[in-house]
């Protein structure tokens, strides 16, 4: 019996091609996908902006002459000391509600030495002192500097002379006051004498020392009784010391 040929010819060359093609396509599909990343780099944190500056710290700081074993000179039916303490707690609410930061020296009947007053007013680095007296030696306010010659500042300054460096600053102060004064209508004379507890302070630092109101008529002494002398006087040197604190912060 003779061999039938068989039914399967010879392969057609596109099938062939197919196939193959086919089974690569299945084979890179079977294949994970695997692609290179770059590391991460985290981004740059966007720059802040610098702090604002802050205007620098200003204290006043108010001694009210005087007090407990000490009560100053008589004014009619008061002490001394009870008017300048008065007049401290006074000045001080002005300040105090006008954005200044205020130090008293005493808020009560209390003996102070005057090392220890200027003590506070150098503890605090105050940017003035007021120095609070009365007298019924002549008439209105009188501004008082210290007779210190300007000298240097020193990075130790001595006692009882320490006051030398900021002459030239109280000068200026005592300047500004006068002109305040004036402007409110009040009697104002300057001078410069020996003043025991500004001598010691490193501040620009002077004496108010208030007298009767040249217009308080026959009893001069009524002056101290009366408030709207003191509220003037209070209210000229709150702003006296505004003003101050302005041209400190000025650049």
């Not at 010819?9 to 099938?15: A, E, H």
């Not at 003037?232 to 505004?242: M, S």
């Amino acid at each position: 019996m003779g061999m039938k040929n068989s039914p399967k010819g010879p392969r057609n060359p596109l099938t062939t091609l197919l196939c193959v093609s086919t089974g690569a396509v299945i084979l890179l599909l079977a294949i994970p996908l695997v692609t290179a990343q770059a590391p991460l780099v985290p981004l740059p944190a966007p720059p802040t902006a610098p702090p604002a500056p802050q205007p620098p710290r200003f204290v006043v700081v108010l001694d009210a002459a005087h007090g407990g074993d000490d009560p100053g000179g008589p004014l009619g039916s008061q002490p001394e000391k009870a008017f300048t303490l008065a007049l401290s707690v006074r000045l001080r609410s002005l300040l105090g509600a006008r954005g200044i930061q205020v130090l008293t020296t005493r808020e009560s009947d209390a003996t102070l030495d005057t090392n220890r007053r200027a003590e506070i007013a150098n503890h605090a680095n105050a940017q003035a002192c007021l120095s609070l007296h009365a007298s019924m030696t002549g008439t209105g306010i009188h501004v008082f500097v210290s007779a210190l010659a300007p000298a240097p500042a020193t990075r130790f300054p001595a006692w009882k002379t320490a006051q030398a460096a900021s002459i030239t600053r109280s000068l200026a102060l005592a300047g500004l006051i006068n002109a305040t004064l004036k402007q409110a209508g009040m009697t104002v004379a300057l001078g410069r004498t020996a003043l025991p507890a500004v001598d010691s302070m490193t501040c620009p630092a002077l004496a108010i020392e208030v007298a009767p109101d040249p217009s308080a008529g026959a009893n001069p002494a009524d002056s101290f009784s009366d408030p709207a002398y003191q509220a003037r006087i209070a209210e000229a040197l709150a702003a006296a010391l505004l003003e101050w604190k302005t041209e400190a912060q000025q650049p």
